[in-house]
């Protein structure tokens, strides 16, 4: 059976440097911006990013389907979605420095969670599982000179909650799970996924 090929359903470079980072080569497919739209889960933060995931996987395909393009028997399609959820408040990307402000205002000193929702499968729409990745973190009690510093560092734009646990800010601690996920894309259970759906392709030839 031919090299698994991959695809990657985002525009993250976050995600794009964890894969990289880790020695994949894969293509990419950025969703479009309505394959978020109108979303808003009543089953919570997990519900919400599991459900996101599947629309971005479905997004691509579709897009693939609308140009024409050749799919690969080898291709597995990987598509995921962050936000993170403190004290039962969503928080996805924010939309300004002032939504970034209100977030970390609510985030510093307390406990919170990371919540990604990751699709993996063939790249033919079939047997596409997707799973749930959680990260508890505590943020510390930072003081208003490091949340402007942080703020005027733009830092926070296009991340969950408005932090990066990349950034190495000092004031964020995992307690439990994977620091992967916090910054993305959960490394760890995407090799397991990828192991199953290569599983999955090779078996099915």
Known sequence: MPQ???????????????????????????PNDSAECGICSSGGPAALVVELAQRKAADVLEQ???????????????????????????LGKPRD?????????????????V????????CSGSSLET??????????????????DYLASGLWRGKAGAFGYQDRVGWLHILEGSESNVVGL??????????????GLRNSE
């Open 64 to 90: 693939m389907a609308e140009r024409g393009q050749k799919i690969d028997a080898s291709c597995i399609l990987i598509a995921c979605d962050t936000v993170a959820e403190c004290d039962g408040a969503v």
């Open 97 to 113: 420095e002032e939504h970034a402000r209100s977030m970390l205002e609510r985030l510093r000193g307390n406990v919170h969670r």
């Open 186 to 199: 959960p490394m760890e259970l995407l090799r397991e996924m990828l192991s199953n759906a290569e599983f």
């Open 4 to 30: 698994i090929q991959l695809l990657l359903a985002s525009g993250s470079p976050q995600r794009k440097r964890l894969l990289s980072d880790a020695g994949y080569s894969f293509e990419i497919v950025v």
């Open 115 to 122: 919540y990604s929702g990751l699709c993996v499968g063939a």
């Open 131 to 148: 799973r749930l990745a959680v990260t508890e973190l505590r943020m510390d009690s930072i003081s208003d000179r490091q949340l402007d």
